[in-house]
């Protein structure tokens, strides 16, 4: 049996939109992968402390306030800073695809925007992760 | 001769039954988006027992069930108001000028999310976040920009902000008084609905009690000094947006209203003193008719408890007076055009519902903030409909339709149903502490999510008639970096240049009070007039109130 792929959904940032977020969350678990859910409103440390704590395989972000330029990379790097860089960080939100390929560029897994399937997630997730 | 007519009836619609039946329906899941069962057909027998004075009165007359005004749409319009903010306070004063000089009535500013959090754009937590989805505003030195050539006693203005909605209301205040305008020549809204952002928008800041202490001073103070001001615009539209259906939407936002009602009391206000002021905001979603029964409902339950429960006198008490958006959430990323068409149709519903005021979605805002031209298009949407499709000319249109009737009369027998659940609960508060609203939501759009992955629910052009290759071809509005540079130095001007004695003294005259019982709405406009930052007084009001957590699940 493969090993379960632990999974950290996280929203950075000051917006409370979290029915992405916590979508996603629902459909990881029930596709049988390990959830761990940050709650809202959480700082770039916040996140990577948890990421790395947790042990996670990778971290997902869901952001929708606009700030994702600032808040992916700096996760990177702060995962990065605790030779974590082997966690990997994906995400989706109201991200224009010119800043998707910004974002990949800089080191994001992958972005996926509004209307995605939750099963394209996890098919990208057991692929990479699995 | 009636018994013939019965007969005649039966008979007939006996007949359609058996045709309906031997017919083969659509492999179609014939539900409404929020999964309620619709028969499909409706006839006498599901309105029989409606009785007109009791159950729908006159337009203007209790309960309200055809509308809150006797002239509705041919007395005026409902007010075009398309919420609005980006950037730095004068780039969102240039768009106020574009939208009011192309025939907007209202004003309706989305501030951005540290504003709504009570951070100023210099602090840690700001950073990437200032003026992105909304403009940010800082002092009252922000606001006079804001508002810069607009005359504040010829418009209204609605604010879309909660936990520190009384800074905000402070800063427009002031404002207007340093241009000689007197308080009660103001009129707007300040949403400060903040139930629904514990259950839903997730916007808070202070924890539920003291939130609710701030939201009576403001009823309080405004009653006296502000007339013309709605205190609160109790919010279904975010709880809808969170993934609730129809009839959660309904029942959680009157719900929240009425506890709000309760606040006012228990601090010993009567309740006609304040309930005037009280608005409502609603979401206009895709199903058409589900989205007119729910606003007919409210209606008739708002005028019905006011009434009955709260002992309100003064005819305003009972209306429920509303603003509605289109719903965002129904916008897709895809072929973003089909847009338009979505938000005509939900636009519509929300007239022929009788909103009072309506904001309808841009194209592009699944991708950016709306640029002019998408803003201009949704604008002449809500033209279109006022002007050409002749929607206006009787009021409350479907009123007894077999089916609306029907709807109507469920959807309001199902919000009773979650308001036993709720008083089960111990109240709102408590019912939000023990995760209900939230989880209920949660549930629901999940549930949505399923049925759009397994084709029950069509959204066209993502599970259905999607393109292969698309070129995304509209422009998008982009937020300058150097807004946040920009802004940023604003506030540390302001700090600056003013009196700082004067700002150290308002504030602990401040922190003083909330420790204490004092209507803090006096000394919240003290601090803003000798431009106290926001973020300076929300720290004050923390260091007494503390600040609010949820716990996290899904």
Known sequence: MAKKIRVLVAKPGLDGHDRGAKVVANALRDAGMEVIYTGLHQTPEMIAEAAVQEDVDVVGLSILSGAHLTMFPRIIELLKKQEAEHIKVFGGGIIPAEDVEKLESMGVAKVFGPGTDTRDIIKYLKQEFE | MKEEKDRQYSKAKEKFLETFEGCSAQDIDFTTVSAEPVEPLYTPDDAEDLDYTRDLGFPGQYPFTRGVYPTMYRGRFWTMRQF?????????????????????????????????????????????????????????????????????????????????ASILLAFYLCTGDKKGIGFDEMGGTIQNDILKEYIAQKSWIFPPEPSMRIITDILAFCSDHVPKWNTISISGYHIREAGSTAVQELAFTLADGFAYVEAGIAAGLDVDSFAPRLSHFFNAHLDFFEEIAKYRAARRIWAKRMKHKYGAKDPRSLLLRFHTQTAGCTLTAQQPENNIVRTAFQALSAVLGGTQSLHTNSMDETLALPSEKAVRIALRTQQLIAEETGVINTIDPLAGSYFIEAKTREMEEKAEDYFRRIDELGGVVKAIEKGFFQKEIGRAAYEYQKAVEKRRKTIVGVNKFQLEKEEIEIPLLKIDEQVEIDQRNAVRNVREERDNDKVSRELERLKVAAAGNDNLMPLILECARCYCTEGEIIGVLKEIFGEYEEPPFF
């Open chain 2, 84 to 164: 609005s903010g980006f950037g730095t306070p004068r780039d969102t004063n240039e768009r106020y000028h574009f939208l009011l000089d192309h025939g907007q009535t209202g004003l309706s500013v989305a501030f951005d999310m540290p504003t709504i959090m009570g951070y100023d754009s210099d602090h840690l937590r700001s950073l990437g976040e200032v003026g992105k989805c909304g403009v940010a505003i800082d002092s009252l030195r922000d606001m006079e920009i804001l508002f810069d050539g607009i005359d504040l006693s010829k418009i209204t203005t609605s604010m879309t902000i909660n936990a520190p």
